[in-house]
């Protein structure tokens, strides 16, 4: 508690950043050091991409839009580690048009996150043989996203030991959570068939990023 008490509004957010940073960097360690052929890195850079370009036409539309399908497709068809780097630069590349901040970082771990697991939860299959795991996963994580993404917001409350805060603060935030989890079990529900075939197939054409079981 003196170690709370000491700490000021601003050291509180810095200690957070940091916190966030060095969960990413294990993840980014090891997709530098893995073996990659050149096209698999396109692939990567390219999917990460089409899931920033997704978010910006929807921004009038707070937290509707298909960043998290095409997280989600990814990581299931090309492997928790991908997931996670698609995720990761597709909130970094998408606050290029949108606007740049210290949110930008929990969005990287959030969507980088949501995108490991995807492909985690998919070893032989699970959440792509199974529509309803899949629209289940996808609407937890629209919630979980949003939970996230508050807690840099609410680590400057942390100091003042402002419990009512926080709580008004994940409160006022529901909605958006639910339109976020409501916007991923549509995009889920009514392409992710039609876009894990494509993806597959073109995994199999060209023998892309197989996923790495000792994740």
């Given at each position: 508690?003196g170690?709370?008490?000491?700490v000021?509004?601003?050291?509180?957010?810095?200690?957070?950043?940091?916190?966030v940073?060095?969960s990413?960097?294990?993840?980014?360690i090891r997709?530098e050091?893995?073996?990659?052929q050149?096209r698999?890195?396109?692939?990567?850079?390219?999917?990460?991409?089409?899931a920033?370009?997704?978010r910006?036409?929807?921004?009038?539309?707070?937290?509707?839009?298909?960043?998290?399908?095409?997280?989600i497709?990814s990581?299931?068809?090309?492997?928790?580690?991908?997931?996670?780097?698609?995720?990761?630069?597709a909130?970094?590349?998408?606050?290029?048009f949108?606007?740049?901040?210290?949110?930008?970082?929990?969005?990287?771990?959030?969507w980088?996150?949501?995108?490991?697991t995807?492909g985690l939860l998919?070893?032989?299959?699970l959440?792509?043989s199974?529509?309803?795991?899949l629209?289940l996963?996808?609407?937890?994580?629209?919630m979980l996203?949003?939970?996230?993404?508050?807690?840099?917001?609410?680590?400057?409350?942390?100091?003042?030991?402002?419990?009512?805060?926080?709580?008004?603060?994940y409160a006022s935030?529901?909605?958006?959570?639910?339109?976020?989890?409501?916007?991923?079990?549509?995009?889920?529900?009514?392409?992710?068939?039609?876009?894990?075939?494509?993806?597959?197939r073109?995994?199999r054409k060209?023998?892309?990023l197989?996923?790495?079981?000792?994740?």
């Open positions: 508690m170690f709370m008490t000491a000021s509004d601003d050291q509180y957010l810095l200690i957070s950043l940091a916190l940073l060095a990413m960097l294990p993840f980014f997709f050091v893995r073996k990659m050149a698999e890195i396109v692939l990567i850079a390219v999917m990460a991409a089409i920033a370009v997704g910006v036409p929807f921004a009038p539309l707070p937290s509707v839009q298909p960043t998290s399908f095409v997280i497709v990581a299931l068809v090309f492997g928790a580690e991908s997931g996670f780097m698609i995720g990761a630069f909130a970094l590349v998408s606050n290029m949108l606007g740049q901040g210290p949110w930008t970082p929990w969005q990287m771990f959030a980088g996150m949501m995108g490991w995807a998919n070893r032989g299959g959440l792509s199974s529509r309803w795991l629209l996963f996808g609407a937890g994580w629209g996203f949003g939970w996230i993404m508050n807690f840099w917001l609410a680590a400057g409350l942390l100091s003042q030991h402002d419990w009512e805060a926080i709580a008004a603060l935030s529901l909605y958006f959570d639910l339109a976020h989890a409501g916007s991923n079990v549509f995009f889920l529900l009514l392409f992710a068939a039609s876009w894990i075939k494509i993806l597959q073109f995994k060209y023998g892309l197989q996923p790495d079981e000792t994740l």
